[in-house]
Each structure stands twice: as C-alpha cells, then as structure tokens.
C-alpha cells in the first residue's frame, strides 16, 4: 500500500540553479547543481479540511508536536513524533490555551515556546507590552505558562477602528528562529503611532530578539510600514506587509518574506514580497516580489543544512517552494492541494525536522495532514539540452510556421471563467467557476524570450535550454494558441513536448488611459473569462472555434476608484485593431461630500447618496458612511438599504448626526433589521450637517460571525 502511494506522490525535481535563459551550445562536461525532492506518505490528523490552526514545533532533541483542530474546534489536539514525522504518538490534549497561530521557536537550553495571545500594553510603562507564552518541555509532555515583555517604542496602545486588515499593535507573525548563541528572533506585524494615517490599509513589519529565552523581547529593526502599493500595475489589492517570517541565512544576512494580499479573489492575489538584512535586522531592503511570484498568504521559511531555502505558502493551494540564492529565485515549487480559498484557507505550517527535512501541515481534500519532504541536493551534467517537439492539428497533421516561445516561468494562475449568475462566498463579485488557470500571455518580440518555428513536418527544435522551468506558447495563425509550464529536466522524456491544436485564434489587446498610459493589472473580462493586463496594458485570450462575431467585454480597474467601467459588445479585430480607454472619473462634486472608514474595489460611495451604484466597505463591522449636507438642515428621515444579499440576514447598525464633525449626537441608538433596510423617521426633525452610519455587523445563516458590510442606497429627508 505505501509502496504503490509514494509512486503517486513522489516528486524527484531537477531545476538549473541560475535564472532563465536559452544559450548557445554547452560542452558536454558542463555541470549544474540540481534538487532532488522527495514527499512521503502524509500522516492523517483530523476529518477538517477548512481549517487554519494547524501547526508544528520542534524541540532541540528533534521531537516534533503537531498541533490540529477537529470538526468545530480549535487547535484542541496534538501528537508527537520522534522519527521526523514517519510515525506518530497516540493523540493528546492540548493545552487550554491554544488558540490559532503558526508562531512558537526552539529553545537552544530545552523546549519551546509559543505566544497563545495579543497580550497589550503594560500600564504605566510606555513602550513596553505584553504577551502570554506557554512553554513546553523538550519531549512536549509538560507544559507551562509564562507572561514575556516585549518593548517597542512608538506601538500604538489602542485598537484603531475602521481599519480592514490591521489596527491594533503588532503581535507575533509566524516561526521563531533561533540564532547559534541561542537568542531568538521574529517578526512581528501591526501599527505605530503616525503609521498609514488617513488610510484603511497599511501595516508595519518589525523584527525582534530576544537573549533570555523569549522573556524579554526588544524591537531591533522596521523591515516596512509601507501603505500605498509598491506595485498597483499587480493585480489583487495591497493591504499593507502583514504575515511575515525570518530567516537567518548562510552567508549571515537576514530574509524577510511577507503577506501583502488584502483580499480572497481565487485568482486575484499580490504576490509575497521579500526583504534582506546584513546588520542582524536593524536596517532592511526594499521590499520586493518573490520572482516568479509567491502567493499569498501566512509563508513560512526554513533554512536546510544544505543551504536550500524553503518557503511554505497558500492560497490558492497548499505549496512548499525552494531557493538556491538566498530567496532571491524560487524553484521546484510542490503542490500539497490545489484547492481553492473557499475549500481550504492556505493558512499553514512548516518546519525543519532534520538537517535537510521538512513537516508541513496543512490541508487538502480529506482533512489536515502532515507531510515529511526531503531535499537533496544533485550534481548533474549536462547543464544544457536541446528542447524539441510538435506541434499538430486535431487530426494529427503537421502545423508548419507555428511560433513557439520558452518563456521564463510563472506559478500565479489569474484567469478563470465567471459564472453566470452567482455570486462568491463573499457577495462581491461572480462565482469563479473550478480552480483558476495559468494565463495565456500572448507572445510579444520586444519581450526578448527565446522563439523558433516550426519546419513543414511541425518540429520545433530550440538547439540548448538550460535545465530549468519555463512556460511554453506555440501560436499559429487559424488556431487557438496553447501554452503550458514545463520542467527540463537531466531525463531524456522531459526534452520532447507535444501540441495538438485546435482551430481557433488568439485575440490581444490593450488597456490604456486616454492619454495612452497603459493600465496595468486592470481586469479584462471578456464573455464570462477573466483575465489581467499585464504591467504595459497588454491582455491576451486564446478562443476555439466558433469564433465569435462580437464578444461582451467589461474592464475595469478593481480597488481602485480611479477609472470608470468599460463594457461594450466588441468583434475581435475591434479588440486587437484599437487599444480599450479607461477613463478617468470625472471629479463628481457629490465625491467631496462624503466619506467612508473604507473602500472595497471600484465602489464610489457618492453613488450611495444619488442612486447611481453602492458603497461595498471591504470588511466586516464595524465601517461608517458619512454624508456632509454642507449646511445645517431639518432631518425628517433617512431610508437606509444596506444591500445583503439573503433573505434573512441580520444587519446591525446605528446613525449619528453632528454640527461640526467634531462633536457627535446619536440619532438613530443601536438597532437589528433583517429586511435589509432602515426606516427611521424624526419627530420633531433633527438639526444637523452630517450624518454618519455605522454598519456594526452583518451576519448571516452561513456566516453567524459576519459578513462584509456595504451599502446600495440612502435617502436623507429634509426639510
């Protein structure tokens, strides 16, 4: 039985350690280093597959705890390993005060440590908080509680309201790390006093460390608090640089790699950023993307003996990459699950548990596992082969003149097909139909990637690839083009490649300002498929026949409010004959009247005020609208429609008036509907110029706990 699942399951990956490229001709002596990456059988923990507190520890005698949830529990349950994760110890209870979270380290002196809450600021001593930690024995049989100290100097002491992502002060991201003299470092995520002022998003990455065994921690370095997005040509929504792991490095530098992702889109995600320090994290890089990209979401990294880098990351899916420079290029990345956000959340774990061996823990189909994965590292020759293949017709006739690119490669899958008429788990835009799909990327001579066509017999031939993972497009005129990614590999069968084509065609086209500006990272939508311009405007669509005469296309720039919708019925020669003009909206004097905690997506909450559209906040209560009437008026009413999209749910919410938006007077206390709207009449009428609504929360059936606020329509009667 194990025999036959490892065969399944097994992967041996051979990748060239440099970048991307095609060369000419390598001797045959040539060597390369390569990763040789072995997944075990997984060990089952529990029945739950939607579950995001799981976890590992490791103790300096190599004993490993994984830490699981049940069916409608927390982290409730644990067992132990003392043979790296091959086999297991009966299951036990944890102790009561585990909650969620991926963060706990390894003690040099014996056992380990995990925060198990936010903890808060130390009353009368300024810049100094504090955090709860259990501690347990070296064999996890025993454990304790203890109170640690953390000082940080300029931590916000109060929770900030209205912000979607982060407000409070920072509190432990994920795996301590353990330095050779036995001091401990982390990362840690929150807000500073003056940090992202005025803003819904933004947060700040600090590192900490500690030299008495995680009692007492002190802020050594800021590794970001950006708030604006690094890169807006992305796609997805920057939420400031949140969930965030350290590394200590070979060479003596420090990685950093964080979350900046705000929202669930199944393909729409920023990508992991990463960051380096050479002063034990005192003063950090720039943040810049994982290359290829990362997604998304709570990575973890570990450092082998062998100088491999690993970094554990999800959403979509469950995956484990690998680097051979340091984190500066990720490799070889393995798939645990492919599933998406709504069936598993890709929050999860990982930890060395040898010299070159990993545990990962996490979900996929049948519930939350555990998984043993050695890396090796292989000295391979040649580094160079020839790359070939054909490329055929449905029939299996030859295509001549076919283009065929070697392109770098890329793990992002961002182009899905939307369904029809449901809408996602999140009520803020159609349901994505499957698991989202690498997109096709139209080939383009100024990108300079490797090309060649194909002879009258269909072959193509790229004469020496270096060992390595690429993404390959064959496009031919009359034909739908196709495009997979492909690892080259020492193995002979893996230097063939084979394309049967359907007819069809390929459409490309362009996202521009008026004034010729490209919109990069705008959404292209083209008859229910979504896809993404890329950072110069460009959107590619591979179309089987029949071919269309006229397609629906919409477009529009998602989280940004910047740009008007486009939707129009277009052919495809309309699409690749002329470049598609976002424009800019224009300065609605309604705009300058109101104001909202925050702002979800292209929603304009002036249109809240003159029926035009909605306000979708981006989060869960509590969020406030804002009207300025611009004078003192007799309020006689105000019809509220908070726009739920079920029958039943339950919307809390309250409404305040004030004179001078300084000093506020409750007009409307506390109140529940569950029709979805407010009916609130004044007898006698209210004095007042601005009016404020509070959305306290949504809650649903489904989601008892909340759902995103928003709101469709209000109308304030005056007198």
Known sequence: MQRNYLVAIVFSIAILIVGFACESKASAAEETEVLKITVGEPTKLSDLVNQNTASLSVSRTGVVAAFYPKPGTGPKFYRTSTDGGVTWGPEMSSPPQMGGGQCSGMLLGGGNIRPVGPGGPIAGEPGWFQAPFLRFNDDFSDHSIETSRIYMPGAITKKIEGRHYVWNWPGFAARIIT???????????????????????????????????????????????????????????????????IAYLPDGQLLCIMRSQGSHYPGEYKPLYVSWSEDMGKTWTKPKPTQPHLMNILPTLVVLDNGVVACQHGRPGFNVSFSLDNGHTWQDRISLSDLPVDVITGQFDMRKSGPNSLLAIGSDG????????????????????????????????????????????????????????????????PLTIGTPKLSYLSIRKPNGYPTVQTDKQGR???ESVKLSEYILTVEADGYAPQHRHIKVEPEPQTHSQQFQLKAGRSVRGRVVERTGKPVGGACVVLDRWHIHADSDGFFSWAIDSPVPNEVTVRVYKRYNGDYKAFEKKLSPSRIEGQPIILLLRRENPASATVRVSGNYGSSVPAEVFDGTGGWAAGGFGPQWIQKDLERVVKVKAIHSDFGTYNKGDSVTYKIEGSLDEKTWQVLVPEKNTTTGKGEDLFSPPVNTRFIRTTILKVSSEKNPNGEWVGMSKQNIEVE
Not at 180 to 195: K, P, T
Not at 203 to 212: G, K, L, T, W
């Open 366 to 429: 049948e519930g939350t596992k555990v998984w043993p994965i050695t890396v090796e590292r292989v000295k391979v020759s040649p580094a160079h082969v020839a790359l070939q293949g054909r490329v055929l017709d449905q029939q299996g006739n030859p295509i001549a003149g076919a283009l065929v690119e070697a392109g770098p490669n890329r793990y992002a899958l961002d182009s899905w097909l939307e369904d029809a008429t449901q809408l996602d788990i999140w009520k803020a835009g």
């Open 460 to 462: 193509f031939h790229f």
């Open 179 to 245: 330095l050779d003299n036995g001091d401990l470092m982390a990362a840690m995520y929150g807000l500073f006093e003056g940090d992202a002022v005025g803003a819904v998003h933004g947060s700040r990455v600090i590192a900490v460390r500690s030299n008495d065994d995680g009692r007492t921690w002190r802020y050594q370095g800021t590794v970001s608090n950006r708030a604006d997005d690094p890169d807006p040509q992305l796609p997805g929504i920057f939420a400031g640089f949140t969930e965030s792991n």
